[in-house]
């Protein structure tokens, strides 16, 4: 196979230096010297000198002298001998041992760097990417590659990852990490538990009115896992409850569906007496008669009043001189004909809760002696 090489006008003179493997040819018409890599049979190099006819190499110091027609002149070229064969591998540069959680049943994935440093070619950084070799202006080029490549998906367990790099001589330098991946911690144990709730002792409130009592409390409740929960109860704090007993329900539901109930009673009662009060006595012709006097008169008459703030007056009865009570009267309530002495008279009101109040009232009937009367 021929091949071609250009170089200046009128090569007359060549010349071959063994110490760099270069070929020195002399161009008589353009004054210069071209020289050619045997390696690669290309010109690498053009130098002026004179008007080139004659080549020589001296081995004792590596130069070419060169011979110029009619300028009586001999152009020395200096050369460097060619630099020994490359024989070292690039150096490299691995991540430390990686240890990542898992993300998913099939592992998780890893990025990483590797870098290349070679005594030639200089350096080269194979990127996260996995692909991209970034690399300087030095020397030839070098090539990384790791298996398994960065950006991979890394199964459950120690994957050791090889990485190689190799320069433009064809050395190879390897080096290897661990990739580890762990497996997803396992779920936490299902909740079955429901909240704790608490709520007041029995509550036991005196009625103020007749409809019952304003009755406030506190409830909470505490989960193990969601903390402070939310309680809904069927009556509210603050709320009127009846005179009776009622069952205050309250539940907490916490995240995981788990429902506690708890219960407690109020009970609102009426242990209050009703307010009796005998307010007049007066005998047949209106003169009124007081407390503990006398009086001539065999009749009395005698108003008397009962009230109840909460459930009311159910019934009244009355009694005169330790009889048994009627079972209901009414005010005024009239006695006559009364025997000479001493006479008590007792009002009773007993309320629809069952409460009973009483008023007495003592005068003494003697015809026989006036009375002062005064009023009650």
């Excluded at 080139?52 to 011979?67: M, Q, R, T, W």
């Excluded at 200089?122 to 080029?141: K, R, V």
């Excluded at 909240?195 to 505490?222: C, L, R």
């Excluded at 005010?331 to 069952?354: E, M, Q, W």
Aim: charged residues 20%.
């Amino acid at each position: 196979m021929v091949k071609t090489i250009n170089v200046g006008h009128q090569p007359l003179a060549l010349e071959y230096n063994p110490s760099n493997e270069n070929i020195y040819v002399g161009n008589e018409n353009s004054g210069d010297v071209s020289i050619i890599k045997s390696s690669s049979n290309t010109v690498v190099d053009t130098i002026d000198v004179g008007m080139p006819v004659a080549l020589e190499y001296n081995p004792s110091n590596n130069d070419i002298y060169v011979a110029n027609l009619f300028r009586n002149t001999v152009s020395v070229i200096a050369t460097t001998p060619a630099p020994a064969d490359d024989t070292t591998p690039p150096v490299l540069t691995v991540p430390d041992d990686i240890t990542e959680e898992a993300t998913s049943p099939e592992g998780a994935q890893v990025t990483y760097t590797v870098t290349a440093e070679d005594n030639v070619d200089g350096n080269a950084t194979l990127e996260a990417d996995g692909t991209t070799i970034t690399q300087d202006n030095i020397g030839g080029n070098i090539t990384i590659s790791c298996d398994p490549p960065s950006g991979s998906v890394f199964p459950i367990g120690d994957t050791e990852v090889e990485c190689s790099a190799t320069d433009e001589a064809g050395n190879t330098g390897t080096e290897s990490f661990t990739v580890t991946v762990n497996a997803p911690p396992p779920p936490p144990p299902a909740d079955t538990t429901p909240p704790f709730i608490t709520v007041p002792q029995d509550i036991t409130k005196e009625a103020t009115g007749p409809n019952g009592a304003q009755v406030s409390f506190e409830v909470s409740a505490q989960d193990d896992v969601d903390g402070p929960t939310d309680v809904d109860c069927d009556h509210n704090s603050g709320d009127t409850f009846p005179i009776d007993e009622t069952l205050v329900t309250c539940t907490a539901e916490d995240l995981a569906g788990n429902r506690a109930e708890e219960s407690f009673t109020v009970t609102v009662q009426d242990t209050t007496a009703p307010d009796v009060e005998i307010t007049k006595a007066v005998d047949k012709k209106g003169v009124a008669i007081a407390e503990g006097s006398t009086t001539k008169s065999h009749y009395v008459q005698i108003t008397f009043e009962a009230t109840d703030a909460t459930v009311g007056i159910d019934k009244t009865q009355c009694s005169l001189d330790g009889q048994a009570f009627t079972s209901s009267c009414t005010s005024p309530i009239v006695y006559d004909k009364l025997k000479k002495g001493t006479h008590n008279f007792t009002v009773r009101a007993t309320d629809a809760a069952g409460n009973t109040g009483e008023d007495q009232f003592t005068w003494t009937v003697n015809p026989a002696e006036a009375a002062k009367v005064k009023p009650r």
